[in-house]
């Protein structure tokens, strides 16, 4: 794990530029938002997910986070078959704020395309380069 200013970035994983991460964990895929976003949107009271079984597209929207400033968009990293759905989250969407990559994932999929979708996607050597320019842009 890596601190950029205030935001944790954490290794192991990969992130899109829709402020997700990706934990590839034996063939499934645990999905998350990074802490960055979580502190941007601030106060979490709300998430709208979807259920096991459906299934999601990369780059297409799957549910939603409403805080007390804004509601957005969740889009998805990587595409495939919802497995399980982090009931706490729904029940205390504050864990999103709390424990971003642990207590507060979204989903864990099966992908249908994972080895082309990941490489898509920002490794943690990409993504800390990325939230520096975050930063600074900020």
């Known amino acids: 794990m890596v601190k950029v200013d205030d ?3 954490v290794e192991g994983l990969h992130y899109s530029k829709e402020y997700e991460w990706v ?3 034996d063939g499934k895929v645990r999905i998350g938002v ?3 976003a979580q502190k941007q949107l601030r106060e979490i009271v709300f998430a709208e997910l979807p259920s096991a079984g459906d299934e999601i597209k990369k780059n297409d929207a799957y549910g939603t986070v409403e805080s007390v400033k804004a509601v957005s968009d969740l889009i998805a990293p990587i ?3 919802v ?3 982090n009931d706490a ?3 205390q969407p504050e864990l999103i704020n709390e424990d ?3 207590k507060g994932w979204l989903l864990l999929i099966s992908p249908t395309n994972l080895k082309a979708e990941l490489n898509q996607l920002m490794d943690f050597k990409k993504a800390v380069e990325w939230h520096k320019e975050l930063i600074k842009e900020g």
Do not use: A, C, Q
């Open 83 to 85: 497995d399980k759905v």
């Open 34 to 36: 990074t802490e960055y």
């Open 79 to 81: 595409s495939g078959k």
């Open 7 to 9: 935001f944790e970035v």
């Open 23 to 25: 934990r590839v964990e």
């Open 89 to 91: 989250v729904l029940d």
């Open 100 to 102: 971003p990559f642990n």
